[in-house]
């Protein structure tokens, strides 16, 4: 069982950053990919990046590949998503979330999910 609570979001000027963090509660944290997604209006759910249990593989969507970096906190049960060189393109609620692999997580599968926390990019 885990439970996500985001934070971090807010409004930003193109070409700034952000970054978001996702606190998750639960004894067995590291047993779970992670990852964020994110829904612009008028959009579906789209992926934006996933990290292995421990850290050791990364993957993100080609939209933000080079701007937007993931990592996390095993000790601290925290997941991060650093933020630059933000488009308006990027504005949309970002959700986190918790998976069997990092796989999946690509693949839009997910066990848990997040309230999601707004982001928006002005030009």
């Known amino acids: 069982q885990v439970q996500l609570v985001e934070s971090g979001g807010g409004l930003v000027q193109a070409g700034g950053s952000l970054r978001l963090s996702c606190a998750a509660s639960g004894r067995t944290f590291s047993s779970y990919a992670m990852g964020w997604f994110r829904q612009a209006p008028g959009k579906e759910r789209e992926f934006v990046s996933a990290?292995?249990?421990?850290?050791?593989?990364?993957y993100y969507a080609d939209s933000v590949k080079g701007r937007f970096t993931i990592s996390r906190d095993n000790a601290k049960n925290t997941v991060s998503l650093q933020m630059n060189s933000l488009k308006p393109e990027d504005t949309a609620v970002y959700y986190c979330?918790?998976?069997?692999?990092?796989?999946?997580?690509?693949?839009?599968?997910?066990?848990?999910w997040g309230q999601g926390t707004q982001v928006t990019v002005s030009s």
């Open positions: 990290i292995s249990r421990i850290g050791g593989a990364t």
């Open positions: 979330a918790a998976g069997t692999t990092a796989v999946l997580l690509s693949t839009g599968t997910s066990k848990y």
